[in-house]
């Protein structure tokens, strides 16, 4: 007879052990890699901000000194030390004199923005209604001096430039993104004279929709309220330049109440911006400036500096295509042996440009 306890199922307690044990093993073995992971990102994370930090340091000193130097020595929060970090260019080299084409309304940001900056005890005993606006608005077609004439007037005002853009004030932390706003505000007052650059300024301060992201609307809403509540005197000039001031709120354009329509150049602006653009460069006599500047007709500002480039480069073509007829097709140029003496430069130069450019543009018809 066969015995009954054989069909009967053994015990789970043993599996139950085994299966605890793996899981525990298993439990392990994810704890460490993902120890190893964070690690390995925490690593890289350091380096990473270390190496910026070690980047961005003079900056942070050079405002530091400016401060210090002022008699101001007001502490700074982080918000305000990121942003000195990355809004504030090292040099600006852009003068008045650089821009050509543009006097009309040089002269007038001398008069409305530079000299209330520049010599504030003029214009203190004065009218308030004397001061620096709060915002300047400079809209027209790319290319045509908007972002140099905001560093020029950094440059002739001797004022403090910040530079903001949207990346530097964005944070993926709710309200931080109104904490940078407020810190661009607070900091502009401790390093006043300031002037607030916003380029492409349609991108960030865009028309509101019952539609917009929340976030953005706080940081806009935020911004409006630190702009209102500016009270520097007309030591903080905020400065946007635009292509599209159609898509600006209406009540951000309200608080730029100067605004300057920067057109494409006509036949003398160009004729002013080519000699400027020229300026260094051999010329061969008689160059004629206004038969050149003619065939510019719809260029920008930095269109006519980029044909002049291209006609540049026509002399030292053919320079180096005469010395390979020469030397072979293994020539190479070094300063030690062989000095670059090009011709130069000719009107008619510019005229094989656009002659090669015009040919291109209809095989691209034809296609």
Same mark, same amino acid.
């Given at each position: 007879?066969?015995?009954?306890?054989? %069909?009967?199922?053994?015990?789970?307690?043993?599996?139950?052990?085994?299966?605890?044990?793996?899981?525990?093993?298993?439990?392990?073995?994810? %704890?460490?890699?993902?120890?190893? =992971?964070?690690?390995?990102?925490?690593?890289?994370?350091?380096?990473?901000?270390?190496?910026?930090?070690?980047?961005?340091?003079?900056?942070?000193?050079? &405002?530091?000194?400016?401060?210090?130097?002022? #008699?101001?020595? &007001?502490?700074?929060?982080?918000?305000?030390?990121?942003?000195?970090?990355?809004?504030?260019?090292?040099?600006?080299? =852009?003068?008045?004199?650089?821009? @050509?084409?543009?006097?009309?309304?040089?002269?007038?940001?001398?008069?409305?923005?530079?000299?209330?900056?520049? &010599?504030?005890?003029?214009?203190?005993?004065?009218?308030?209604?004397?001061?620096?606006?709060? #915002? =300047?608005? *400079?809209?027209?077609?790319?290319?045509? @001096?908007?972002?140099?004439?905001?560093?020029?007037?950094?440059?002739?005002?001797?004022?403090? %430039?910040?530079?903001?853009?949207?990346?530097?004030?964005?944070?993926?932390?709710?309200?931080?993104?109104?904490?940078?706003?407020?810190?661009?505000?607070?900091?502009?007052?401790?390093?006043?004279?300031?002037?607030? +650059?916003?380029?492409?300024?349609?991108?960030?301060?865009?028309?509101?929709?019952?539609?917009?992201?929340?976030?953005?609307?706080?940081?806009?809403?935020? +911004? $409006?309220?630190?702009?209102?509540?500016?009270?520097?005197?007309?030591?903080?000039?905020?400065?946007?330049?635009?292509?599209?001031?159609?898509?600006?709120?209406?009540?951000?354009?309200?608080?730029?109440?100067?605004?300057?329509?920067?057109?494409?150049?006509?036949?003398?602006?160009?004729?002013?911006?080519?000699?400027?653009? *020229?300026?260094?460069?051999?010329?061969?006599?008689?160059?004629?400036?206004?038969?050149?500047?003619?065939?510019?007709? #719809? *260029?920008? @500002?930095?269109?006519?500096?980029?044909?002049?480039?291209?006609?540049? $480069?026509?002399?030292?073509?053919?320079? %180096?295509?005469?010395?390979?007829?020469?030397?072979? $097709?293994?020539?190479?140029?070094?300063?030690?042996?062989?000095?670059?003496?090009?011709?130069?430069?000719?009107?008619?130069?510019?005229?094989?440009?656009?002659?090669?450019?015009?040919?291109?543009?209809?095989?691209?018809?034809?296609?």
């Amino acid at each position: 007879m066969l015995n009954p306890d054989l %069909f009967t199922p053994k015990s789970s307690s043993s599996s139950s052990k085994i299966l605890s044990a793996a899981g525990i093993i298993v439990s392990s073995l994810a %704890f460490r890699v993902a120890i190893s =992971v964070s690690a390995a990102f925490l690593t890289t994370y350091i380096l990473q901000h270390r190496s910026t930090k070690l980047q961005l340091k003079p900056n942070l000193s050079k &405002v530091r000194e400016k401060l210090k130097k002022d #008699g101001r020595n &007001v502490p700074l929060n982080s918000h305000e030390i990121s942003l000195i970090q990355e809004c504030i260019p090292e040099d600006i080299n =852009v003068k008045f004199d650089d821009i @050509g084409g543009l006097e009309d309304i040089i002269d007038d940001l001398r008069e409305t923005v530079v000299y209330p900056l520049t &010599v504030p005890g003029l214009f203190s005993g004065s009218s308030p209604l004397l001061q620096a606006p709060k #915002g =300047v608005l *400079l809209y027209g077609p790319p290319g045509c @001096g908007k972002t140099m004439i905001a560093k020029a007037l950094a440059h002739e005002s001797s004022a403090t %430039f910040l530079n903001v853009k949207i990346s530097s004030i964005t944070d993926k932390w709710f309200g931080e993104s109104n904490k940078y706003a407020a810190a661009i505000f607070s900091l502009a007052r401790k390093l006043e004279p300031c002037i607030v +650059f916003i380029d492409e300024i349609d991108s960030f301060l865009r028309s509101r929709e019952t539609n917009d992201n929340e976030a953005m609307s706080m940081v806009k809403s935020e +911004f $409006m309220t630190q702009w209102d509540g500016l009270s520097s005197g007309g030591r903080i000039v905020i400065l946007g330049a635009t292509n599209r001031p159609n898509d600006i709120d209406a009540a951000f354009l309200r608080r730029m109440p100067k605004r300057y329509g920067i057109r494409l150049p006509d036949l003398k602006k160009r004729i002013e911006i080519l000699k400027l653009s *020229l300026h260094g460069t051999t010329l061969e006599e008689p160059f004629d400036f206004e038969k050149v500047a003619r065939h510019m007709e #719809g *260029l920008s @500002g930095s269109g006519i500096k980029e044909a002049c480039r291209d006609a540049a $480069m026509i002399p030292i073509r053919e320079y %180096f295509r005469d010395h390979r007829k020469k030397h072979g $097709m293994k020539f190479v140029p070094t300063e030690e042996n062989d000095a670059l003496k090009t011709r130069p430069l000719r009107d008619s130069d510019f005229f094989v440009e656009w002659a090669a450019k015009k040919k291109d543009d209809e095989l691209d018809d034809l296609e």
